[in-house]
């Protein structure tokens, strides 16, 4: 037999002996993918429940006629949803007023908040100069001030300017609070878009301003869209500085938490829903540029 056909056969035994083997380790193998999506699968599924049960219950009782949110148990599944609570809560004395400052709030925050991190994180992001690691670490550093302690100071200068029970006031305390976040996400998208498009787009005529817009924009806006969700969220949910800087002029937290405790179920029930589908709404209409951050389409 010649070496070439010695390795021929050699060759052909060593395929034979790697199939069997692969074979042997294959349904061993499939064990362990079928566990860890198991585990993977049911790890998700108990976050998901976790956070939409509750979810749920608010929305149902929500939807309920005032008297059946006292019935017990209740109904997992209402047979019959009613606007009754949504109504009583509606008509109660300064809620839609207080709706309508809280939408105000959080779109002047969201605004002014993308306005000022936006540039401060594409230039973070594109820029080296001296001190940016520290800079960083100051704007991070500023939400370590517990707003409790800034709070009295922050009443007294608002009183003095007459910026005080306005919502210039709130939206820019609840800036302050957003804003070194959004510096950070910015950055962090901004660094993950090549700058050599950039240098390409210059080459190809662009000025700096259009080499941004057309190409850094729209490749950074699944994390801006993050950003704007935090911001959106921060502002929508912050209730101590909105009841110490407005008395006259509440948000609705300001309101619900100024009257939760004489408040009865319906009415907490109905709030906490209010509280929350504006969150989600918001998520939703800018769920697909998150999920672009994590490249889904």
């Known amino acids: 037999m010649s070496r070439t056909a010695e390795r021929t056969a050699t060759g052909e035994e060593q395929r034979r002996d790697a199939g069997e083997s692969e074979r042997q380790e294959r349904p061993g193998q499939r064990r362990r993918r079928r566990r860890r999506s198991l585990i993977l699968y049911g790890t998700a599924t108990l976050l998901a429940l976790w956070v939409l049960i509750p979810v749920y219950l608010i929305t149902i009782f929500a939807f309920t006629t005032r008297n059946e949110v006292y019935e017990y148990p209740h109904a997992f599944f209402p047979k019959n949803l009613s606007l009754d609570t949504m109504t009583f809560f509606t008509t109660f004395a300064g809620v839609l007023p207080a709706l309508g400052r809280s939408v105000a ?36 550093s500023t939400r370590a001030f517990p707003i409790v302690i800034l709070s009295i100071p922050l009443a007294v200068t608002f009183l003095s300017i007459g910026l005080n029970d306005t919502i210039w006031a709130v939206a820019s305390v609840h800036t302050a609070l957003a804003l070194p976040f959004a510096v950070l996400i910015t950055s962090s998208v901004f660094v ?31 994390g801006l869209a993050a950003a704007a969700v935090f911001t959106f969220v ?56 998150l999920l672009g951050l994590w490249g889904a389409q």
């Open 234 to 289: 921060v502002s929508w949910n912050e209730v101590f500085a909105a009841t110490i800087l407005t008395v006259q002029s509440p948000t609705l937290p300001a309101l619900v938490l100024s009257n939760l405790t004489a408040s009865p179920l319906p009415f907490r029930f109905a709030a906490g829903w209010f509280l929350l589908a504006p969150s989600l709404v918001f998520i939703f209409f800018v769920r697909k540029r």
């Open 192 to 222: 993950g878009v090549p700058g050599e498009l950039e240098e390409a787009a210059l080459v190809y005529g662009c000025t700096p301003f259009q080499a941004f817009r057309k190409i850094v924009l729209p490749m950074a806006l699944p």
């Open 105 to 140: 709030v959080a779109f002047l925050t969201l605004v002014v908040t993308l306005a000022i991190g936006a540039p401060a994180g594409y230039a973070l992001a594109r820029f080296i100069f001296p001190g940016r690691n520290v800079y960083r670490l100051v704007v991070l």
